[in-house]
């Protein structure tokens, strides 16, 4: 059984730019959420995506947008990048069953830098 | 929105001691999560917490829940350097969304 993984490890880009961030989630899994993680602070969630749509979402503006392929995969992009942007961004996989998500295991994360 | 708070942010302790990490959150949530965090590392999941009254240990760490006092601890016996890391806990409403919400966590620092 695999784990989540993510890529890239780390990115470092300038502002104004845009990224997109990718994770494959755990076997068995159904459910890709993002997080945001600034320098000392707790995850921040971004969005969550089950069956290939979002299915909720955190306060974060419409320029990050993400995508949920078939085999569970998701990706993460934001455009026009700000400096505030810079963070760890955490993958999540879970099993929905029975009206609810199961416990989320995280990915290794993607640190962003954007100067 | 549904609050967490962890205290203390910062935990200093010597090896062999005891202390406990405190976390209240501000609405009926339905499961409570801790995790673990290296530096420059993922979350790696300690403990779910799904009832009141619930408790579970792992090696030097034991997690219980008050869902009554909204307040969860995550108590350290006889510390060892292995323990230095920073530790999460999160809540979630048990929905189909499975938004947790995070506190800022406490960076604990085990010294010799």
């Known amino acids: 059984e695999t784990g989540v993984t993510q890529s890239p490890t780390h990115l470092i880009k300038t502002r104004g730019q845009q990224v997109t961030l990718r994770c494959s989630s755990q076997?068995?899994?159904?459910?890709v959420s993002w997080y945001q993680q600034a320098l000392g602070q707790g995850p921040q969630f971004i969005f969550q995506?089950?069956?290939?749509?979002?299915?909720g979402r955190g306060n974060f503006p419409p320029r990050f947008s993400g995508l949920q392929f078939p085999n569970y995969s998701s990706e993460l992009n934001v455009n026009a990048l700000e400096l505030d942007d810079s963070a760890l961004y955490l993958c999540a996989s879970s099993l929905i069953w029975g009206g609810a998500t199961d416990t989320q295991y995280f990915g290794p994360g993607t640190r962003l830098t954007v100067l | 929105e549904l609050k967490v708070e962890q205290n203390p942010l910062f935990l200093s302790m010597q090896e062999g001691k005891n202390y406990t990490i405190y976390c209240n959150y501000s609405t009926t949530s339905d499961r409570l999560y801790w995790y673990r965090q290296d530096p420059g590392k993922s979350l790696e999941s300690l403990f779910v917490?799904?009832?009141?009254?619930a408790v579970k240990q792992e090696g030097r760490l034991m997690a219980s829940l008050d869902t009554k006092a909204r307040l969860s601890t995550l108590h350290i016996t006889a510390a060892v350097h292995d323990l230095s890391a920073t530790y999460f806990c999160?809540?979630?409403?048990?929905?189909?969304?499975?938004?947790?919400?995070f506190g800022r966590g406490t960076q604990l620092t085990v010294w010799p």
């Open positions: 076997s068995g899994h159904n459910t």
């Open positions: 995506y089950y069956r290939e749509e979002e299915n």
């Open positions: 999160a809540v979630d409403r048990g929905s189909t969304l499975g938004r947790l919400y």
């Open positions: 917490l799904l009832s009141n009254g």
